[in-house]
């Protein structure tokens, strides 16, 4: 069905909606079965759904009572608001912006309402049709939807300043897909139109997308962006500029003020692999232990972490956790400040008091680790348990926060 032009009773699906927001969904269903209604039952609990769905991740859209998902695979799909708000900041204003794959058009209304002229393109027409509701009911201005195979429109379109294209990462049998090569539409096989058509290129990509893997597909990437929102992995972002050279990687964690963590290495620096392995008297009462947040653990970069801040120790080659004397609180994730190594004595007298404990490369899980010291679970307190030196000796350090990145709001503990 058209998602407004076949609702001739769209008030009262607003209506139901509000009146249903907080409904058990199955109980809902069983109450309306066999009523006969002047607007589609289904479409109506849909909303619903998608709703609950995207409230943490589309709160400035969905806070709108008239906006309408046009199915709920497009409010699993759609790009997490913070994520839309940063391409659009990549894509500054006052240009002329093609996004091939609009879904829901998250990306695409965040880029208009930079001030850019956005044609959004789907083959899907409920999608369009909801993107011309949506950006009705927001007011946005300078976007113009089109219902129209992507391809075959930017083939007789005109030049843009800038295309933003998210290929779809799921084949015919909807198994997922990472190489770029099997993605829909084929990005390798459109590249060099695209570049025809565009000075610059930003193209989405799996969180699990290789860096080198990405390099070896797209040979021509300018810079490449890791994106998070609140400690979860969300997309490598391709960044592709006419004449530009590969200068490296930029990882950013987003929250609801915008950029909470920002760092970049250069190609140079991404290439380092000399790290100083920690001994075991590195790890003492007052020195810093570090673990990297999701975007930098990505990049298995330790030799650069290494040379970005001096003195600073791999603990070991398996187990992504740092440690040094002097303190860096500047660094990419979690800070903590080393209280004690314990003993079993130490280790008996915190029984019964509450840690966070965490496990990176050891032996023993997090929740039978736990039950064996008798701690208890929350506190600002940590209880970490990694391998450290080169001989991947296990060790416990008990340690207090200097700083929480936003990366480990929602990160568990456990094995990494």
Known sequence: ????????????????????????????????????????????????????KTYSKLPSFV?????????????????????????AALAGSGKKILDMTAGLGIDAMSMAMRGNDVTACDIDPNKIDA????????????????????????RSAGKFDMIFIDPARRDASSRRTYSFSDCTPDVIELLSLMREKADRILIKS??????TQILKEIECTSFIHIVCAKGECKEVLVE??????????????LDDAGIASDISFSYNELKMTGTGIAKLSDFSAGCYLYEPNAGVMKLKIPGALCMRF????????????????????????????????????????????????????????????????????????????????????PLICLASKVKEDVSFSQRPSGPL
């Open 1 to 52: 069905m058209s998602l407004v032009t076949d609702n001739s009773d769209i008030e009262m699906i607003y209506g139901f909606i509000e009146e249903n927001a907080r409904e058990d969904i199955n109980k809902l269903l069983l109450r309306y079965h066999g009523k006969t209604l002047p607007y589609s039952l289904d479409f109506a609990v849909d909303q619903i759904v998608a709703r609950r």
């Open 63 to 87: 806070c709108f009572r008239k906006f309408l998902f046009p199915d709920l695979i497009s409010s699993e799909q759609a790009s997490d608001e913070r994520v839309a708000e940063y391409h």
């Open 131 to 154: 993107l011309h509701h949506n950006a009705e009911v927001l007011d946005i201005q300078g976007i113009h939807p089109y219902c129209r195979d992507s391809i075959d429109f930017i």
């Open 206 to 211: 799996s969180p699990l997308l290789d860096i």
């Open 240 to 253: 592709i500029s006419r004449n530009e050279k590969f200068g490296g990687v930029r990882i950013v964690d």
């Open 310 to 393: 001096p003195g600073i120790k791999h603990v070991s080659h398996n187990t992504s956790l740092y440690v040094s004397e002097c303190l860096y609180d500047d660094f990419p994730g979690r800070v903590l400040k080393i209280d004690s190594i314990p003993d079993k004595r130490e280790l008996k007298a915190i029984k019964g008091q509450k840690y966070n404990v965490v496990t990176r490369n050891y032996p023993v899980d997090v929740c039978v680790l736990r039950k064996k010291i008798g701690v208890k679970e929350g506190d600002d307190k940590f209880l970490y348990a990694f391998r450290a030196a080169i001989d991947n000796r």
